[in-house]
Every structure is written in structure tokens, then in C-alpha cells.
């Protein structure tokens, strides 16, 4: 008997005899219920569908196992799920599982040096994307690129400009430079490591773009296990009141922008109306709040003149 979270998996006796160890006398059917049972006691919210869906090609299992529920997993397949279970059980998100995920309708490889990109940051792609055709010549820059899904995103959809990405971390980078290969889009795309603007003092840009650390110190411990447990603090801290990085990005942007370039920022709950003070402040006026699909102020444009 092989024991897992009070879930038990017969193995069978002719398998034993065979020497095949670990090859269990299951079904995919019955291996969907053991691995629902494991995520629901993990506390993972939709055990079936998230069963189900790991079960997929290119996952943790071929389509058999959806299509053919009564047969019999290979060993091979068997073990792959099962460790796919586990890393799931132990909240690993999807999206490093799958190694990854979807962003602007394009897939993005990512792995856990990266934070995963998330649906409301689309609006901070439409923000730039919206406005490259009134912005100045020249190159946009995205500060704490990460994974490169919002500069690689808007290099697929506007054509011709230069983009120079920038992030604290070279081991983030390199994720950039595969998506930037992936997409056709690396040709385009230089990469500089080190602290905001750090990597490009006395360049100016026709827009500069980021989606910082935005995260308040004291909320970190609260954050459901799949963020604090795997993605990277580093992408998360935003400092005591969560404006660290947004403020210093504010700030020193005149300094970087072409007149008439844009200054594009992601902001987190409740703190897009302090960042539309800051950039009038630092950039000028023309400041807007734009929201994202669930009705969240998120993203914060002002326009340097
Ligand atoms: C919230 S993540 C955003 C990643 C990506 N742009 C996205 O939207 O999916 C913030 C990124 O900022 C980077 N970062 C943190 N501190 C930084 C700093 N001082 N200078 C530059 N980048 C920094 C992190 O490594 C991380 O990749």
C-alpha cells in the first residue's frame, strides 16, 4: 500500500511479482479521485477541475486519461502524475508546473525566478499600446521586466520600436530573452540589469513602463501560500507602504523621458489616486487612472510636457 495524505493506492500483486515498482492496479478514473482527494485536502479550491486539468497532455498525463477513464496508467505516466499532484498538493502554482502560462494572448515560458503574469497587467499593456502612435520617436523602457510579457506583448503588437528591458535580477532576464526569442521579438530588445534606472542613467525614452514591487511589507505573510511560498519576494515588496519603487519610478522619470513621452505604472488596491499625485507632482498634469476588466483602478498614465 502506498499511503499519501490518508488516500491509500493499491499496487498490484502482478506488477510487484514483475518487479515493476510503483506501477499501481489503478485506472485514470480511479487516479482522477485519488488526486481530487489530495487537492481538496491541500485546500485547493476546485479539486475535480484542477485534477482534471493536470491530467492533460503536456501536463501530467496524455488525453487517455480524460478520453479512456478505465485504462490503465503506464508507469511512466502514473509517476508523472502523481508528481504533479504533489507539487500542486504543496500549493506550487499552475503556472510553474506547466513551466507557462497565457498573457495577452501569447504563451510566456516562466519558471519561479519570475513572478507569473496576471490578467490585470494587460491594462498596462493597452495603456502603452493605446498611445504609441502620439508618443515621441525613440525607445520605450520597462523597469522590473520580469518575465518581459508586457514589453514582449507590446513589441508583437507595435511594430518597429526598440524596447530596452530592465530588472534587479540577470536570472529573470535570461526568462526574458527566451520569451523575446520566442515571440520574434529579441531582435528589438536589449536587457540591462540593475536597479531602475539605474542601467540606463542619461538615456531618454519615448515611454518608460512598469508594473513594480507594489505590495505593502506588512502584507506579505497574508498572501495566499501559492504567492508567498513561490513567487519571488523580490517581484512582491513593495516597502512599509507599498510605493517604494512607484514613488523612485515617479520621480526621476523627467529625466528619462522624451517630451511628450508617456509614463505608464501598475498600481495594487487602493493606491492608484497616490501615484496620480505623484506623477503630477514629478511629470506633469495630463495624468489619467485607467481601470482593468474587474473594475480596479490599475494602471496610472501621465504624459511628460
Ligand atoms: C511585479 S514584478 C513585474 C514583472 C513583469 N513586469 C510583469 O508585469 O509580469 C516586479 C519586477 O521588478 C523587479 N525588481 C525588483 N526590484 C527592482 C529594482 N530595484 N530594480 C529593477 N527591478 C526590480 C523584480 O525582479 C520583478 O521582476
Redesign the pocket.
Known sequence: MRRNNGCSIRLSRRSEKRGERGLPDITWRSALRWARAQLELAGISRPGMEAEYLARPGIGAPPVALLNAERTPSVCLWRRYVEVIQRRAAREPIAYIRGETE?YSLVFYVNPD?????PE?ET?VDAVRDRANSMPPGPVL?????????SVALAVHIPDRPFVL????GA?LQVARINAGRHGVKDRMSFAV???Y?PVTGSCFAAVV?????VRSADLAGLPPEIRQCE?I???DGGADGLK?LRRIARAAPRHLRRGGVLAL?TGAGQARRVAEFCRDFVGEDVQILHDLAGHERVVVSRYE
Do not use: C, H, K, Q
Open positions: 498573457f519570475v513572478l507569473i503574469p496576471r497587467t498596462l520597462e523597469l522590473g521586466a520580469g518575465s518581459g510579457a508586457v530592465t530588472d534587479i535580477s529573470v540593475g536597479d531602475l539605474g512598469s508594473n513594480p514591487p507594489y519571488p523580490s517581484a512582491l519603487f501598475e
